[in-house]
């Protein structure tokens, strides 16, 4: 999932470099709007695991690519918003790993 997503925003950032905004409706952005649907659709299945931080993390980090969605405002503010909840959950993984 996460490469494959990956691969979609590397294929937006060579459109974008000549490109107008994308429409909503436009594919690309409707797959990179289902790849996030994935991520968190796999989270929704396993809300209460002992993985639950490192889903949470993976969910939180894999929407950063989403920042080519209209609406989403200003790029960078969007992908630093998401790149805080990823590092948050991240954080959250390392406390329940210290001492071991």
Do not use: C
């Not at 994308?22 to 299945?45: F, M, N, R, W």
């Amino acid at each position: 999932m996460f490469i494959e997503a990956f691969l979609i925003q590397r294929e937006i950032l060579t459109i974008v470099d000549t490109a107008k905004e994308p429409a909503q409706t436009s594919s690309i952005v409707q797959e990179i709007t289902q790849k996030g649907q994935d991520v968190a659709a796999v989270l929704s299945k396993h809300p209460k695991t002992a993985q639950e931080n490192q889903l949470q993390m993976g969910a939180a980090g894999i929407n950063i690519i989403g920042w080519v969605i209209p609406g989403t405002g200003v790029p960078a503010d969007f992908i630093a918003m998401m790149e805080e909840s990823a590092e948050y959950y991240g954080n959250q993984v390392l406390k329940g790993f210290k001492g071991q």
